[in-house]
């Protein structure tokens, strides 16, 4: 049985699974067209609309419509129509995207919190001024709901990291003494809860796809659902090895085309780590726990650093 097969839908990331920048990730794309189950791409990145989402995926050969595409704004105004009413007014912080996943639920977007907004939704956008920053804390003091698109401190770039929406988020906190009411991206679970629902499957039935533990798999726990952690992204192995519980993956793998392999061929893997979670787990609190990886292990390892699947930290939000 292909590991596939034991799924009814996939929810993927996207930078660092699918792509690096702009550019597919090696097997990428082959795989998921040889899945021939439903998929959500799901990303954090409130700045881009869906469909340049879409077009993107679709320069790199995959057959998309937009709304296979989710975005933490999409999110953001999913979890919004479950505590306000549809045509209320929000200020929108970020770049497009957000504004536009507002309109698509049926809210009106607003620039200014002198416009009496109910809701304010925070996004990333590389056109952000303090102004806008001012106008969301001036929002959230007169007692507007305050939701986060996500909580990313940190926006890697080809010059360095720079300010994500995390740091943009906190600059508002420092100013109203508290943090967002809600947040919809990743690690948090609505993000993830948006994709099952637009898939119609339950969640147990979805496999998660990501690069990263402590925002792609730590969210598909909390939302319940089996991952898939690929080595062609940000962490490694060794990172997987020390994760702490909520943040360890179910399967892991060089690469995507994992998903077309045999499910026998990714047990050693799983198994291996299972042993290595629980010696950790067993340890005394504090104790430093110094193992050699397994041989498995190792061999992942290795395959990871010499491959094109070598760590990449230039990724979008």
Same mark, same amino acid.
């Given at each position: 049985m292909r590991l596939v097969d034991r799924y009814a839908a996939i929810v993927c990331d996207l930078d660092g699974v699918v792509y690096r920048g702009d550019p597919a990730v090696p097997f990428a794309v082959e795989s998921l067209r040889e899945a021939g189950i439903p998929i959500q791409f799901a990303t954090n990145n409130a700045s881009r609309p869906p469909s340049a989402v879409g077009d993107h995926l679709r320069r790199l050969g995959l057959e998309v419509d937009d709304s296979s595409v989710a975005t933490s704004s999409q999110a953001a105004a999913w979890v919004l129509s479950q505590h306000v009413e549809a045509g209320a007014r929000v200020l929108a912080i970020g770049g497009q995207g957000v504004a536009d996943a507002l309109t698509d639920a049926g809210f009106v977007p607003v620039s200014a919190a002198d416009e009496e907004p109910v809701a304010v939704v925070q996004g990333y956008g590389p056109a952000v001024t303090a102004t806008d920053l001012a106008q969301?804390?001036?929002?959230?003091?007169? #007692?507007?709901?305050? @939701?986060?698109?996500?909580?990313?401190?940190?926006?890697?770039t080809a010059s360095g990291y720079a300010p994500g929406n995390g740091a943009l988020v906190l600059a508002v906190g420092a100013a109203v003494g508290r943090g967002p009411d809600l947040v919809a991206g990743k690690p948090d679970e609505p993000l993830y809860l948006m994709c099952a629902e637009r898939l119609g499957v339950a969640p147990g039935e979805v496999l998660a796809i990501g690069d990263r533990l402590e925002t792609d798999i730590e969210g598909a726990h909390?939302? #319940?659902?089996?991952? @898939?952690l690929v080595l062609t992204g940000v962490h490694g192995i060794r990172d997987a090895v020390t994760a702490p519980p909520q943040a360890r993956p179910t399967w892991v793998a060089g690469d995507l085309r994992a998903l077309v392999a045999d499910v026998e061929s990714l047990e050693p893997i799983a198994s291996a780590l299972g042993e290595e979670w629980n010696a950790r787990d067993a340890a005394p609190t504090g104790s430093d726990v110094a193992r050699v990886l397994p041989e498995v292990l190792a061999f992942l390892?290795?395959?990871?650093v010499?491959?094109?699947?070598?760590?990449?930290r230039v990724r979008s939000e």
């Open positions: 969301a804390a001036y929002a959230v003091e007169r #007692g507007a709901l305050w @939701l986060a698109t996500n909580t990313d401190h940190t926006l890697p909390h939302a #319940g659902m089996e991952s @898939l390892e290795a395959r990871h010499m491959s094109d699947g070598a760590p990449q």
